[in-house]
T-cell receptor, first 115, second 113 residues
């Protein structure tokens, strides 16, 4: 089982460049989400999706775009990278909440540095 | 706005000790609370999920409790082992159930042999 796969694992960008972080899951999960993790701040939700074609903003969406054309894939696009977007990015997925929530699976993270 | 706090930020114990990690949250209207483990340079692994209607969950040497009314959860680790060394994160899912998690900043645990 591949689980949640994120690529690339490491990336260095120059200010103003754009890029896409890829996320794919092979568990047929409805819910997918992107978080960023910064020192001393914990993980914060960027965008989430409750199914193909449906996305919504989380706590810190500015500077990021997402789309969900398939159940499996949930790419995160940085439109014009800024040093403040230097962070570790995590993709996560789970089945729909059901009666109280289901186990959420995280990818291994993408380390992004913007210089 | 929901805020999640974890105390202590770091904990160092000798092998074999029983220990308690604390998590508090400001808004009691939650869907569930989850505990995760994060190893350095890795993603998060789900340990326990407590639904809002439950008081506790157990898995092996781990036991998590939830007191919604007081906005608190504890993670109890019995007979700690060096392999338990990691950062433990608490997260709450708000009332939507869409897995829109709000995380604490974690407790870094070191268990010495």
């Amino acid at each position: 089982n591949a689980g949640v796969t994120q690529t690339p694992k490491f990336q260095v960008l120059k200010t103003g460049q754009s890029m896409t972080l890829q996320c794919a899951q092979d568990m047929n999960h409805e819910y997918m989400s992107w978080y960023r993790q910064d020192p001393g701040m914990g993980l914060r939700l960027i965008h989430y999706s409750v199914g193909a074609g449906i996305t919504d903003q989380g706590e810190v969406p500015n500077g990021y775009n997402v789309s969900r054309s398939t159940t499996e894939d949930f790419p995160l696009r940085l439109l014009s990278a800024a040093p403040s977007q230097t962070s570790v990015y995590f993709c996560a997925s789970s089945y729909s909440a059901g009666t109280g929530g289901n186990t959420i699976y995280f990818g291994e993270g993408s380390w992004l540095t913007v210089v | 706005k929901q805020e999640v706090t974890q105390i202590p930020a770091a904990l160092s114990v000798p092998e074999g000790e029983n220990l308690v990690l604390n998590c508090s949250f400001t808004d009691s209207a939650i869907y569930n609370l989850q505990w995760f483990r994060q190893d350095p340079g890795k993603g998060l692994t789900s340990l326990l999920l407590i639904q809002s209607s439950q008081r506790e969950q157990t898995s092996g040497r781990l036991n998590a409790s939830l007191d919604k009314s007081s906005g608190r959860s504890t993670l109890y680790i019995a007979a700690s082992q060096p392999g338990d060394s990691a950062t433990y994160l608490c997260a709450v899912d708000g009332n939507t159930g869409f897995q829109k998690l709000v995380f604490g900043t974690g407790t870094r645990l070191l268990v010495s042999p």
